[in-house]
T-cell receptor
Framework: DQQVKQNSPSLSVQEGRISILNCDYT??????FLWYKKYPAEGPTFLIS?????DKNEDGRFTVFLNKSAKHLSLHIVPSQPGDSAVYFC?????????FGAGTTVTVRA | GAGVSQSPRYKVAKRGQDVALRCDPI?????LFWYQQALGQGPEFLTY????????KSGLPSDRFFAERPEGSVSTLKIQRTQQEDSAVYLC??????????????FGPGTRLTVL
């Protein structure tokens, strides 16, 4: 059963605008949430995380929001840049184990 | 410093063949993980090592899958009698610490296995 879901397989955004990626989860035992970025033929690289006790974490152009009551998190990228074109995975942590969503492919148009 | 490396990067096997996939974690990293990523899906956990001890193999899909890390560094994922449904990218990740709490996992580039 999929405990982490990313329901939008793709997102196209103009350079300079905001990208919003969404993620839903079902297991209330998750204690950390992560976003990974993946380029073709490379492994996922860590982007940003949020603890389950927080509702927002910001790092430069990247902000993650967590709504525990809705079991929903989102990643905001502002402003979007061409180098942000990649697949973004949402992941949730239970102890050492990561559960990933299926990913959202982001394309930033010039 | 060097990241996680995996070899081979690509492997084509005929159905029924055995394959071995290698992972070289970041030097000194205690924890090592294997994930399977099917086409269009996110990575799925297979197994976890703390040093040479395999602490969790709950994600291995069948007894055809076997992983080892005999000296607590390099790990090998072996798949016996490969089937078409084994076609996927196999990702290895390592993290600096052990234990049951999360610490950042660093991923290798993966091995793409195609079973014909």
């Amino acid at each position: 059963d999929q405990q982490v879901k990313q329901n939008s397989p793709s997102l196209s955004v103009q350079e300079g605008r905001i990208s919003i990626l969404n993620c839903d989860y079902t297991n209330s035992m998750f204690d950390y949430f992560l976003w990974y970025k993946k380029y073709p033929a490379e492994g996922p690289t860590f982007l940003i995380s949020i603890s389950s006790i927080k509702d927002k974490n910001e790092d430069g152009r990247f902000t993650v929001f967590l709504n525990k009551s809705a079991k929903h998190l989102s990643l905001h990228i502002v402003p979007s840049q061409p180098g942000d074109s990649a697949v973004y995975f949402c992941a949730a942590v239970n102890d050492y184990k990561l559960s990933f969503g299926a990913g959202t492919t982001v394309t930033v148009r010039a | 410093g060097a990241g996680v490396s995996q070899s081979p990067r690509y492997k084509v096997a005929k159905r029924g063949q055995d394959v071995a996939l290698r992972c070289d974690p970041i030097s000194g990293h205690v924890s090592l993980f294997w994930y399977q990523q099917a086409l269009g899906q996110g990575p799925e956990f297979l197994t976890y090592f703390q040093n040479e001890a395999q602490l969790d193999k709950s994600g291995l899909p069948s007894d055809r899958f076997f992983a080892e890390r005999p000296e607590g560094s390099v790990s090998t994922l072996k798949i016996q009698r490969t089937q078409q449904e084994d076609s996927a990218v196999y990702l290895c990740a390592s993290s600096r610490l052990g234990g049951v709490s999360y610490n950042e996992q660093f991923f290798g580039p993966g091995t793409r296995l195609t079973v014909l």
